[in-house]
């Protein structure tokens, strides 16, 4: 999958016409991962792995119904759905949706499953005119990155909290890979210990230009983003895609009555640097093809 991001970072730098069919190409040979299926399993405490093997999402069981954080892509909303009642829960019990980005491979379940369960979904306010668009910001007619457009019940900023029964979730904004990006905070029993958790929303470049034409304004948010997600502590990483903290492997490392490998503070710190620094990278490339045209 790092090979599949790079490969984004470069779709960047193409133009809109070469872009279009790259991307088509891109998403073709992604999907494979995308839309593989993934055992879903107990994460940590109340939080539950029910993505794909290249696409992370999460169920959360509260005292008062499921929260669902994310979905995949939209022919994989049926595996969701069972995932999720491998492990003994009802669909039907999806009280809360939350999103961390408007992006098609994390919405595109998004419509579905809140038709059939009447749950409000609730997602970052820079983010709301997106999902109820159904596009990728600055390239709004590209029908590659178009997803089912879908109602925002509550559009959040950073600090606002979302409850449900006997938990919370605070609203980090982490703005760049889109520009309502947002991360979500709880925390969790692990044993007898409370640890932080993150959702992180993502801080790649990906498919967004940074110069010229900017995918939207104010896009070296990312900056930002970076420094903050450095400053905070957390014990247990979790991102949109299985590579950001390395899920798999984690997974293998389960065992009952040993400490849960996803606990590992300065984990988040880590990978911000190392965004940060293929950041700086990407914006260069893209500076200089610029200035070459």
């Known amino acids: 999958m790092r090979r599949l ?7 960047t730098l193409l133009s809109t016409g070469a872009q ?7 998403l073709a040979v992604a999907m494979k991962k995308w839309t593989a299926p993934f055992k879903p399993f107990q994460l940590i405490d109340n939080i539950y ?3 794909t093997d290249g696409i992370a999402v999460y169920v959360i069981k509260t005292s ?4 669902l954080m994310d979905t995949a892509m939209p022919q994989s909303t049926g595996m969701i759905k069972d995932n999720i009642a491998k492990l003994g829960f009802k669909v039907a019990d999806i009280k809360l949706i939350l999103n961390t980005h408007a992006h098609l491979d994390h919405t595109g379940g998004f419509a579905e499953i809140k038709k059939e369960t009447g749950a409000q979904l609730v997602a970052g306010e820079r983010d709301k005119p997106l999902l109820e668009g159904g596009y990728y910001p600055g390239d709004e007619k590209n029908e590659d990155l178009a997803f089912p457009a879908v109602k925002v019940d509550r559009a959040v900023k950073e600090g606002d909290k979302v409850t449900l029964g006997d938990t919370t979730l605070t609203a980090r904004a982490t703005p760049g890979h889109s520009p309502g990006c947002t991360s979500w905070e709880m925390n969790v029993k692990d044993g007898k210990e409370d640890r932080e958790v993150l959702f992180f929303c993502s801080g790649t470049v ?12 104010g896009i070296v948010d990312y900056r930002a983003t970076f420094a903050k997600a450095k400053a905070m502590k957390i014990d247990v990483l979790l991102g949109p895609h299985p590579e950001v903290y390395g899920m798999q492997a984690k ?3 389960m065992k009952d009555g040993a400490p849960n ?6 984990e988040l710190v880590t990978y911000a640097t190392s965004l940060s620094e293929d950041f700086d990278k990407q914006l260069a490339k893209q500076t200089a093809a610029l200035e070459k045209k």
């Open 206 to 217: 990906a498919l967004n230009r940074l110069v010229g034409q900017p995918t939207y304004a």
């Open 64 to 67: 008062q119904g499921l929260i």
């Open 251 to 253: 997974r293998a490392e």
């Open 20 to 26: 279009a069919q790259t991307i088509k190409d891109f």
């Open 5 to 11: 991001t790079a490969a984004l970072c470069a779709l």
């Open 261 to 266: 490998p996803f606990v590992k503070p300065g």
């Open 49 to 51: 792995y029910v993505g």
